[in-house]
């Protein structure tokens, strides 16, 4: 990818002691370029240039964000957004405005956040880890979506009641989205998910839950519940209260089912 950086961004790296090829690639690769992991690509500019791995790192992502549309994007926080702030170079916006997927963790950086939710208005699917901080900017990403489709949130971890409060942080801003989720996958490993934000999503097709039941008022909110397209209900670690799960499973017919063993 180095080959590929423009002459200004190649006299950036000679002016570091960072060598680079006078001879061009036989195809100008990165213009191939849909799918980006922010994590994946700084890893190996680290494992290759070391100390000096910064200056590589801002000069590729100024050339990605220059020359190429993306449609996937993978952003996590082991990179400072503030040492590489990509969304706020110049073509950044061209860059992501097509974007249809992204995948990051919610204590990324919250400008990263406030940039992508001027720019990124039409992703069709979001996964999110949500760690014990959520950054500014996160509710306001999700909340602005006007096409999502496929959602994922996923919280590993079980030691802390305040984690759990950070995932119920997020919900409101969910339950603004249209109605037009497909497919919703919740993982929390505390004991303690709310779930009446789900009931507005009656277009699902799929719904997964991977979730303790310990509060038996979370699931009863959804026993009433109609999802008229629902094909395949999964719930994992525990079932939740029988009563509320089998005024659920009449009320929505027949579809594919899958809960935990007792």
Request: hydrophobic residues 35%; contains cysteine.
């Amino acid at each position: 990818m180095i080959d590929c950086l423009p002459n200004e961004s190649k006299k950036i790296l000679d002016e570091n002691q960072i060598e680079t090829s006078t001879t061009p690639p036989l195809f100008h690769y990165v213009t191939f370029i849909k799918t980006l992991s922010i994590h994946e690509t700084y890893k190996k500019i680290q494992n290759l240039h070391h100390d000096k791995s910064i200056f590589v790192t801002r000069e590729v992502f100024k050339m990605v964000m220059d020359q190429i549309s993306l449609k996937i994007l993978d952003f996590d926080q082991d990179i400072p957004f503030t040492t590489v702030p990509f969304t706020t170079y110049p073509r950044a916006k061209d860059c992501l405005r097509n974007l249809s997927e992204l995948s990051c963790a919610s204590c990324v950086d919250s400008e990263f956040f406030r940039q992508m939710s001027r720019i990124c208005h039409h992703l069709r699917s979001l996964q999110i880890i949500v760690e014990k901080v959520i950054s500014d900017g996160l509710e306001e990403l999700i909340s602005n979506q006007q096409s999502l489709k496929n959602l994922r949130i996923s919280s590993y971890s079980n030691s802390s009641y305040s984690n759990s409060s950070s995932l119920s942080r997020i919900f409101p801003s969910i339950t603004k989205l249209p109605n037009d989720l497909i497919r919703l996958y919740v993982f929390d490993g505390t004991r303690y998910t709310p779930l009446p934000f789900i009931s507005k999503f009656t277009n699902l097709q799929e719904l997964e839950l991977f979730i303790y039941y310990q509060v038996d008022e979370y699931f009863k909110t959804l026993q009433y519940v109609t999802f008229s397209r629902l094909q395949t209900l999964n719930l994992y670690k525990e079932s939740p209260n029988h009563k509320h799960l089998i005024k659920l499973l009449e009320i929505n017919g027949e579809f594919k089912k899958d809960f935990p063993s007792s």
